[in-house]
């Protein structure tokens, strides 16, 4: 059965830090989702991985994927307040199906 | 562009009632559709998936049931609601590599 880890669970950091979160799996998958998610709404695709050795960025959000370790991480560079949120990474249930199996979310706190 | 609806936005519902929740997308064809479940301070839980008309998959076992009468409706019903069944439905489909998400339904059994 594929389960998907995150850690930390919540993280509080001050505005203008640096910190990393992470995301393990434990069986093969082609791509691995990076989603954010504020109070109250829906889930917002920031980043999808399709390769070992992928990375991309947006903003101060960098995300990378390590097919070999079964491991993404989201980096976050300069944390400014807006970025309080929600951040879930997913992982493919199957190709075929399209399903996703996601981590238990990690809860971002950026304090001015 | 696609786009993806969902009605009700928040439903209270008493315990053993019935339940209805529709999903429309627009702009596409043939969309795999996907509905997921998120309890209060969880990640979220697939409960089921459609490849095309008439065809669910079912992931986890409980009192819920899925339609797809429309190749872009996708259809989450139950008989008798129960008070777990409380918590925020997201209605997705995949387009490209991506799975995007509808606005969610929040539901309070009470």
């Known amino acids: 059965e594929l389960k998907v880890e995150q850690n930390p669970l919540f993280l509080s950091m001050q505005e203008g830090k640096n910190y990393t979160i992470y995301c393990n799996y434990s069986?093969?998958?082609?791509?691995l989702y990076w989603y954010r998610q504020d109070p109250g709404k829906s889930l917002e695709s920031l980043f999808v991985?399709?390769?070992?050795?992928a990375v991309k960025q947006e903003g101060r959000l960098m995300a990378s994927l390590d097919t070999k370790a079964r491991l993404s991480t989201l980096h976050i560079t300069a944390a400014v307040h807006d970025l309080s949120a929600t951040y879930f990474c997913a992982v493919h249930g199957s190709s075929n199906t399209g399903k996703l199996i996601f981590g238990q979310g990690t809860t971002l706190q950026v304090k001015p | 562009s696609q786009t993806i609806h969902q009605w009700p936005a928040t439903l209270v519902q008493p315990v053993g009632s019935p339940l209805s929740l529709e999903c429309t997308v627009e702009?596409?064809?043939?969309?795999?559709l996907y509905w997921y479940r998120q309890a209060a301070g969880r990640g979220l839980q697939l409960l089921f998936y459609?490849?095309?008309?008439?065809?669910i998959s079912s992931e986890v076992p409980q009192n819920l049931s899925a339609s797809r009468p429309q190749d872009r409706q996708f259809i989450l019903s139950s008989k008798k609601l129960l008070l777990s069944d409380s918590g925020f439905y997201l209605c997705?489909?995949?387009?490209?590599?991506?799975?995007?998400f509808g606005p969610g339904t929040r539901l309070l059994v009470l």
């Open positions: 997705a489909w995949t387009e490209q590599e991506t799975q995007y």
């Open positions: 459609s490849v095309g008309i008439g065809q």
């Open positions: 702009g596409t064809s043939n969309p795999n």
């Open positions: 069986t093969t998958s082609d791509r």
């Open positions: 991985l399709l390769s070992n050795g």
